[in-house]
């Protein structure tokens, strides 16, 4: 899988998601709070920087295999 990178446009964890923006200028991508668990993020904030897979779900795409950068 394609590996993309954006940041945190907002995460809500009381709701358990939020959006990433993408670098490529792409539709912002959902990011739920199971993707952040798996991946060992104890939380994100806004601007925060993430590698992400585009993860096919239920309702559409969402970022999976999260990874923080620096």
């Known amino acids: 899988m394609t ?3 954006g ?3 907002w ?3 009381s709701k358990g998601f939020g ?3 993408r ?3 792409e ?4 990011v739920h709070i199971s993707a952040v668990k798996e991946a060992g993020i104890s939380k994100l904030f806004e601007n925060d ?3 992400f897979e585009l993860i096919d779900g239920p309702k559409g795409p969402s970022a999976g295999n999260l990874r923080k950068l620096d």
Request: charged share 50%; net charge positive.
């Open 3 to 5: 590996k993309l990178q």
């Open 23 to 25: 670098d490529d200028k």
């Open 27 to 30: 539709k912002d991508v959902f």
């Open 49 to 51: 920087k993430l590698e």
């Open 19 to 21: 959006f990433v923006e």
């Open 7 to 9: 940041k945190v446009k």
């Open 11 to 13: 995460f809500n964890p």
